[in-house]
């Protein structure tokens, strides 16, 4: 009994230890390639467009946004990723705020998706560089 007891704690030590930090997961080159917005229903076709936000460790550069076809314009931003609990206990999310502004963060391989809907806000859709 107690070898599990042991075992178990080890397990959860080792669990609440993993170094995979998330700002990890989004650092790097990403191609704005859509605006979305459900409130105004309107979406906004950016990948013929070379929109790139490359995401530092706590800092994002924006470029590529010359003609203003987008409202973050070209220069650098702090931003962050963190863990937001909610109400449920089975429900976690992902925010990553940049310059001030909060998003939904969702992440597949190769797509990132941050949106501010919840607000009346946009969705933008990413493809990694």
Excluded: H
């Excluded at 467009?49 to 590529?64: L, P, Q, Y």
């Excluded at 391989?109 to 501010?116: F, R, S």
């Amino acid at each position: 009994m107690i070898k599990k007891i042991i075992f178990a704690l080890i397990v959860v030590v080792f669990i609440a230890c993993n170094n995979n930090s998330p700002t990890l997961d989004v650092q790097g080159k990403w191609k704005l390639m859509k605006v979305e917005n459900a409130f105004a229903q309107q979406s906004i076709d950016l990948s013929s467009k070379n929109i790139i936000f490359d995401f530092g460790s706590s800092e994002v550069t924006v470029t590529g946004n010359n003609s203003g076809d987008y409202y973050i314009n070209n220069g650098n931003y702090p931003y962050s990723l963190q863990l937001q609990n909610s109400l449920s206990t089975t429900f976690q999310s992902m925010t990553l705020i940049i310059n001030g502004t909060q998003y939904l963060y969702l992440k597949t391989e190769n797509e990132m998706t941050l949106d501010n809907g919840y607000v009346d806000g946009d969705k933008l859709t990413f493809s990694r560089q």
